[in-house]
């Protein structure tokens, strides 16, 4: 794949960043002038530029040629080697089409330039790379980008997790999706609801996606200096005529899977003839669910043979104690046969494969659509306005719902009920006890715990663009919403009302129910809503740029901003979430809301000091003012925060064939409302521990309670209002050389610091370090060992974690790049490759405070591999075009710190016929060897045998797509 090494077709890429000049105005910021070339607009006092999709010739334009760089085509002044390059590589039609090249903002700039490579090191992913990458949706295409590393969010994390369940995200630089500023057309999207932190990537549909520019260093003076780990714009179609269409079949190799999309557009009106433009477009996709079943590294938890073997107590038929002494009753459940192959024997009694019964890839829905509109008043001003709506639909489905968790009361079966185990009581150590019994129970005639996630998100933009007293202006005002809500569909139950029906001895937990019992467990069963949410930012920016005075190198350049901001934030669990009346559920998760305003004043001075160095300098000051919130736990307010990010970078060309460019930066993040204003409220471990205290009172070896044994134990979560903002300090450096026609080659360094990071303290890390420190059976030196909090009876109760600001995260590495193209008379071939090298990624310990190598380790949210690469081969002819995409990645080490998780690598091919006007059939192949994801012994996602965050589990999938264009 190739996504970040676009220009495949240099021509058509060319053509897509290009911008066209809207009409020619005055003397001083007149084009040609500032060349010297050429003589100075005469018409008005100033010279207007138009956006990229203007199509208004150029009438005064020194000629400007393109290089083959592998982030795209980067524009230099006309020298002998670019010219050999544009006569070999593009041919005639973008000759022309470089005629009309004039200036064009870049993401990570605001001033307008004809050069579209800065100091700063930027990707650009055309359509037609994200077209022969064979990528179905935003998150595929994202997770091959090299420069994304762990830390982001996949669909698989929803599984059986409450914290941001339907989100996936980006990780630019493995620094997390809440440190990657993700932007619409150059402007904010709404954060997902469920999780206060980050863009949903599922929200953002693909196919009207015209090209993304992803801007690799951290921070920004445009659109936030809280873009620690960059940037990722997402650029939609802005002039478009007439209609296209395109549909689409995936259909993997195994079961499930499947993915059917359609999407088009349709546009009318020409900005240079008619003064206007309309333009539309629609996407749907629908994907099929993968179950663990359906792949077999997936479909069992018990995994001996990996040293793994993730279960749980709650069993069916249910595992069941005496009341009184606690004493299990092995017959009950079967033990030690138990009932294979879901319920088998462990040490002391029957265990459930319950990572058997979970999807691990969620069926799906989503739609989406685009209107925009653009007027021209008049040569120099443009008004437009935008309506943006996606709804994504997701179907979660984890084991049947286990009806004992720690931190509940036991579940009873009733003394003299229908269905009471006589028989295997009296044959126990309880003979002829008929008291109730304490039942371990899954509730397998629920059937799979199915909830629905949809995530509603709209944005709406009016705005305008022009020339004003020689000024380039934007101003744009902006509402957008992103709603989500969680309903319940099946096998969802509550407690009060599970504990009412098993009262009644007609409910069988030791066998398939009647159509009594049956009955009984659906008046138990929750159905609605469960969750409703929803984040607005209201937004209003406006920027200028013009040029100022001449200098050896052209003229300076100025460019201001102002954006303010408000957001506000509502994560509105149910009050059936809140009091914890749901089995196996989120435990006490409550609502929270809070808001706050943000202003954001920047602005970048161009100085072209002599002919071949150009500095840049950018100053942003943010402020964040009236933050406050409210839960269960009362009513808070922040103080108001704010802070000054400088950025200055370098561009220097010694040489026609050598480009050198580096930057340094400061960022500032503020925490995420809910870190500051959530309440506490509890959740399980997402590993299996012993309570140490009931190990030691009573023995899980003799009386494997499950509420304490072998268990994911209860954790409050706890968010800190005393969190400080991150700091971070930002550094590129990089050389794009040309060293012979045809072919270009890219080298850039980065180094990425982040004090006061701000870290979940989580209950597996202090349940961990409890064990690591343990000096005596309920003694650990531990310093978090007084956040293990005892209950009446002496046992744990839950384990108390926090949000932290712990210090200090450092991210360094290379960023790497070639691409050569060769025509010959069988059509052009294009190698391409890109890779990024990671060379250190430290993070504070949150339990200890030491700084840690985490660089090829595993990661909770996604291991920061040290190489991802991607390889490319294109042929293209007029008729027909071939490619071939390698990805890979190195290993890393395992989560048990032993073993060592194998690379993981993908080959995909592709095809195309493009011999019928308007028609573009397409076939290909993902995974062509079918690579199963790496087996890895991690036990901190309900998956077992793999890592959801690391690799793909559809394995070898053929595609077909038909594109026609009317």
């Known amino acids: 794949m190739a996504t970040t090494t676009p220009g495949l077709n240099l021509g058509a890429t060319f053509r897509q960043i290009s911008l066209r000049i809207k009409g020619l105005s005055g003397h001083l910021a007149c084009l040609g002038a500032f060349l010297g070339l050429v003589p100075c607009c005469a018409r008005t006092n100033s010279c207007h530029p138009r956006t990229w999709a203007d199509h208004t010739p150029v009438q005064h334009r020194r000629p400007i040629t393109a290089s083959l760089t592998p982030q795209g085509v980067t524009v230099f002044k006309k020298t002998i080697i670019t010219s050999a390059v544009l006569a070999v590589a593009a041919g005639t039609a973008l000759a022309q089409d470089a005629q009309k090249l004039e200036r064009i903002e870049i993401t990570g700039s605001s001033i307008k330039r004809i050069d579209a490579e800065t100091a700063v090191p930027l990707t650009i992913v055309t359509r037609e790379s994200i077209d022969k990458s064979g990528a179905s949706n ?14 982001g969010r996949s669909l698989g994390q929803s599984i059986g997790d409450s914290n941001a369940t339907g989100q996936s995200g980006a990780s630019l630089r493995g620094l997390g999706r809440e440190r990657t500023l993700v932007l619409l057309n150059g402007r904010r999207l709404a954060i ?46 802005k002039d478009f005529r007439g209609g296209e269409i395109t549909a689409s ?9 499947t993915v059917v999309s359609a999407q088009g557009g349709v546009g009318f009106g020409d900005l240079a003839k008619d003064k206007f433009n309309i333009l539309g477009s629609f996407s749907f996709q629908e994907y099929d669910v993968i179950r663990a079943a359906d792949r077999d590294f997936a479909k069992t938890g018990n995994r001996p043979d990996l040293g793994v073997v993730k279960s749980s107590g709650n069993t069916f038929p249910a595992n069941a104690y005496n009341a009184q002494t606690g004493a299990y009753i092995p017959g009950v459940a079967g033990f030690p046969n138990c009932n294979p192959p879901d319920s088998f024997k462990g040490s002391a009694n029957c265990r459930y494969d319950y990572t058997s019964k979970i999807d691990i890839v969620p069926a799906s829905t989503r739609i989406g659509g685009l209107l925009r509109g653009t007027a021209e008043l008049s040569a120099e001003h443009l008004l437009f306005a935008e309506l943006s709506y996606s709804r994504n639909e997701i179907t979660l489905g984890s084991s049947q719902t286990p009806s004992s968790t720690s931190g509940r009361d036991d579940y009873y079966y009733p003394a003299g009920g229908k269905y009471y185990p006589t028989a295997a009581v009296d ?83 030791f066998g398939p129910n009647d159509a009594v019992g049956l009955a009984l467990l659906k008046e138990a069963e929750l159905s609605g809503n469960n969750r409703s949410s929803k984040t607005t930012l209201d937004a209003f920016d406006v920027s200028a740029s013009r040029e100022l005075f001449a200098l050896p190198g052209g003229n300076a350049a100025l460019a201001a ?30 609502k929270v809301s809070g808001e706050r305003k943000t202003m954001g004043l920047y602005a970048e001075l161009n100085l072209p000091v002599i002919k071949n160095l150009e500095l840049n300098a950018a100053v942003r000051a943010d402020r964040y003012t009236g933050a406050s919130g409210s839960s269960r736990d009362g009513s808070f307010s922040s103080p108001n925060l704010s802070s000054t990010s400088p950025k200055v970078g370098l561009r220097w060309t010694p040489m026609k064939e050598l480009l050198v460019r580096g930057s340094y930066g400061k960022g500032f993040r503020a925490p995420a409302l809910d870190n500051l204003y959530a309440p506490s409220s509890l959740t399980n471990t997402g590993g299996n521990f012993n309570d140490p205290y009931y190990n030691t009172a009573v023995g899980c070896a003799a009386k494997p309670n499950t509420n304490y044994c072998d268990t994911q134990l ?15 300090k930002t550094a590129t450096v990089g050389v794009v050389f040309e060293p012979m026609k045809d072919l270009s080659m890219e080298v850039g360094y980065f180094s990425i610091k982040i004090t006061d990071g701000i870290k979940s303290l989580s209950g597996d890390d202090i349940l961990k370090d409890w064990y690591k420190n343990q000096t005596g059976p309920t003694t650990s030196s531990s310093v978090y060992a007084n956040r293990l909090i005892k209950n009446a009876q002496g046992y744990l109760d839950y384990v108390k974690a926090s949000l932290e600001n712990v210090g200090q995260a450092t991210a360094q590495g290379f960023d790497l790049a070639a691409k050569y193209r060769v025509r010959t008379e069988f059509g052009s071939f294009t190698p391409a490759w890109e890779a990024t090298i990671v060379t250190k990624s430290s993070e504070t310990n949150v339990v200890t405070g030491d700084v840690e190598d985490n660089l090829g380790k595993y990661y909770l949210g996604g291991p920061i591999v040290r190489v991802k690469q991607n390889f490319s081969l294109d ?22 710190e032993v073993r060592h998780v194998s690379k993981y690598d993908l080959w995909n091919l592709q095809g195309q016929y493009k011999g019928v006007k308007n028609l573009v059939l397409t076939a290909g192949v993902l995974n062509l060897l079918n690579k199963k994801p790496p087996v890895t012994v991690q036990e901190d996602y309900f998956q077992v045998g793999f890592d959801p965050t690391y690799a793909d589990v559809k394995g070898r999938s053929f595609y077909v797509r038909a594109n026609y264009k009317f």
Request: proline share 2%; no cysteine; glycine share 14%.
């Open 138 to 151: 935003v998150q595929e295409l994202v997770d091959r980008l090299s420069s994304n590393n762990g830390g």
């Open 192 to 237: 997902y609801p469920f999780a206060g932190a980050g863009v949903d990537l599922n929200a953002i549909p693909l196919a009207a996606i015209e090209r993304i520019e992803i801007l690799r260093d951290g921070a920004s003076a445009t659109y936030g200096s809280d873009a620690i780990g960059g940037v990722i714009n997402f650029i939609t179609r």
């Open 249 to 257: 079949y995936e259909q993997p190799q195994a079961t499930g899977g």
């Open 427 to 509: 044959a126990s150590s309880s003979a002829g006890y008929r008291g109730d019994l304490v039942i371990a129970w899954r509730i397998v005639d629920g059937g799979q715990r199915l909830t629905k996630v949809t995530n509603d998100m709209t944005r709406a933009l009016v705005g305008a663009e022009g020339t004003l007293a020689g000024w380039d202006y934007k101003v744009g005002l902006m509402r957008a919403t992103s709603k989500a809500k969680e309903d319940f569909l099946t096998g969802n139950f509550s407690d009060t009302q599970l504990v009412r029906v098993l009262k009644t001895g007609l409910v069988n937990p």
């Open 561 to 590: 901003g102002l954006d303010l901001r408000k957001e506000k934030y509502l994560d509105g669990y149910s009050d059936i979430a809140g009091s914890g009346d749901i089995v196996g559920g989120s435990g006490t998760a409550g």
């Open 714 to 728: 209860t954790v409050q979560n706890n968010s800190n209002r005393n969190l400080k903002p991150e700091k971070s």
């Open 875 to 896: 042929w293209d002819t007029s008729a027909w075009a071939a490619g071939v995409r390698y990805f890979r990645q190195s290993g890393y080490r395992d989560y048990d």
